[in-house]
């Protein structure tokens, strides 16, 4: 029997109630709302999504959370606000200063004249071209100076609970000196290719705390990624992670976009061309990904879990193309570094018992 949409929302709804903080059930509920077109609830829970990213320091996809609202409605002042803050924090102070001008213009059309004053003197103490924002404050603001430094540089967001800012983590913790583990650092549940590396461990602890259940293994990758590329640059980290953020909110399109300004950093080019392929694999352009993966196996230096994780990659590719002996011959070349995974021993049998029909027939 084929679940009616009411029936779909009021399931995710008690499921929420028992456990609120699962982000996937909010954003599949969020989903949900809007293709039924309940547009007002589907907002207002994208913007419950983004605020508990952000308690839990997961900012790349409170980002790419934000700009789906934007994509609903472009004036909207709380995403305007809260990815002007975010922005600004990365010292992406052009980025930051289109959505605050967004967010100043929502405010004065309005009729909030304080809060768009407010805004206003925050544009001009971050914007790279300040004159245009100084003449807009003598024509609309004649009776008011412009102070030194303004008193409301932490613009703060008017909603129930602001997010406190992101706390950095010490340098001794468990998260410092991890790095790229690329087998790892996508998860476990993103694609097909992990179907290969879970544990029965993993998946033991997942459904036993039924509160964290449904966080996903991507936030552990940003996590592990935020405090970590000691050669790299901050943009580059947050481009990447806001890449897999976008991959895992289903906009490929953004998630490749942003995944071309990583392919320019040293420490996540690997990391890049690996989720590009897995993007252009699931849209059903298995050409393209394979591409991907025959750059990334170029690569020099690659460590020996690196070029693993390729040729898994690789091969399952081929597979999907129909070129059999080759997928079997890159799967077997994983497997003879990991001897102990049955999944891919598994796969390697079927693929065998294939071939075999095949060519008998």
């Given at each position: 029997?084929?679940?009616?949409?009411?029936?779909?929302?009021?399931?995710?709804?008690?499921?929420?109630?028992?456990?609120?903080?699962?982000?996937?059930?909010?954003?599949?509920?969020?989903?949900?709302?809007?293709?039924?077109?309940?547009?007002?609830?589907?907002?207002?829970?994208?913007?419950?999504?983004?605020?508990?990213?952000?308690?839990?320091d997961f900012t790349p996809l409170a980002v790419a959370t934000y700009k789906k609202i934007l994509n609903e409605e472009p004036q909207h002042l709380e995403a305007n606000l809260e990815l002007g803050r975010i922005y600004r924090?990365?010292?992406?102070?052009?980025?930051?200063?289109?959505?605050?001008?967004?967010?100043?213009?929502?405010?004065?059309?309005?009729?909030?004249?304080?809060?768009?004053?407010?805004?206003l003197e925050t544009i001009i103490e971050i914007a790279p071209d300040k004159e245009p924002f100084r003449l807009l404050l003598q024509e609309l603001f004649p009776d008011h100076r412009e102070s030194e430094k303004s008193i409301?540089?932490?613009?703060?967001?008017?909603?129930?609970?602001?997010?406190?800012?992101?706390?950095?983590?010490?340098?001794?913790?468990?998260?410092?000196?991890?790095?790229?583990?690329?087998?790892?650092?996508?998860?476990?549940?993103?694609?097909?290719?992990?179907?290969?590396?879970?544990?029965?461990?993993?998946?033991?602890?997942?459904?036993?705390?039924?509160?964290?259940?449904?966080?996903?293994?991507?936030?552990?990758?940003?996590?592990?990624?935020?405090?970590?590329?000691?050669?790299?640059?901050?943009?580059?980290?947050?481009?990447?992670?806001?890449?897999?953020?976008?991959?895992?909110?289903?906009?490929?399109?953004?998630?490749?976009?942003?995944?071309?300004?990583?392919?320019?950093?040293?420490?996540?080019?690997?990391?890049?061309?690996?989720?590009?392929?897995?993007?252009?694999?699931?849209?059903?352009?298995?050409?393209?990904?394979?591409?991907?993966?025959?750059?990334?196996?170029?690569?020099?230096?690659?460590?020996?879990?690196?070029?693993?994780?390729?040729?898994?990659?690789?091969?399952?590719?081929?597979?999907?193309?129909?070129?059999?002996?080759?997928?079997?011959?890159?799967?077997?070349?994983?497997?003879?570094?990991?001897?102990?995974?049955?999944?891919?021993?598994?796969?390697?049998?079927?693929?065998?018992?294939?071939?075999?029909?095949?060519?008998?027939?």
């Amino acid at each position: 029997m084929v679940e009616i949409p009411e029936e779909v929302i009021s399931s995710l709804e008690e499921q929420l109630r028992q456990t609120p903080n699962n982000f996937r059930l909010r954003l599949k509920l969020a989903d949900n709302y809007l293709s039924y077109g309940e547009r007002e609830q589907a907002l207002e829970e994208y913007c419950k999504s983004a605020r508990l990213y952000l308690e839990h320091d997961f900012t790349p996809l409170a980002v790419a959370t934000y700009k789906k609202i934007l994509n609903e409605e472009p004036q909207h002042l709380e995403a305007n606000l809260e990815l002007g803050r975010i922005y600004r924090q990365k010292k992406f102070y052009a980025d930051a200063t289109s959505y605050f001008r967004v967010a100043f213009d929502n405010y004065r059309e309005n009729g909030l004249n304080d809060s768009a004053l407010q805004t206003l003197e925050t544009i001009i103490e971050i914007a790279p071209d300040k004159e245009p924002f100084r003449l807009l404050l003598q024509e609309l603001f004649p009776d008011h100076r412009e102070s030194e430094k303004s008193i409301y540089s932490d613009i703060i967001v008017a909603h129930a609970q602001t997010p406190p800012e992101p706390q950095p983590h010490p340098e001794n913790s468990d998260d410092a000196g991890l790095f790229f583990d690329l087998g790892a650092e996508l998860g476990d549940e993103i694609t097909k290719i992990d179907d290969f590396s879970i544990t029965e461990t993993d998946t033991d602890e997942a459904e036993g705390n039924p509160q964290e259940h449904g966080v996903e293994e991507i936030f552990q990758t940003l996590k592990s990624t935020l405090h970590e590329d000691k050669d790299g640059t901050d943009s580059d980290k947050f481009h990447y992670n806001l890449a897999l953020s976008y991959n895992e909110l289903k906009m490929p399109e953004q998630a490749l976009l942003e995944s071309e300004e990583a392919l320019k950093s040293t420490n996540f080019r690997l990391p890049a061309l690996l989720l590009r392929s897995r993007i252009f694999l699931s849209q059903g352009s298995p050409s393209t990904a394979l591409s991907q993966i025959q750059q990334g196996l170029l690569e020099k230096g690659l460590s020996r879990q690196d070029f693993s994780t390729f040729k898994l990659q690789l091969g399952l590719i081929l597979k999907e193309m129909g070129h059999y002996p080759q997928a079997l011959e890159a799967f077997r070349e994983v497997y003879s570094l990991d001897p102990d995974n049955k999944k891919l021993a598994d796969e390697i049998s079927s693929l065998e018992n294939s071939t075999n029909q095949t060519k008998s027939t």
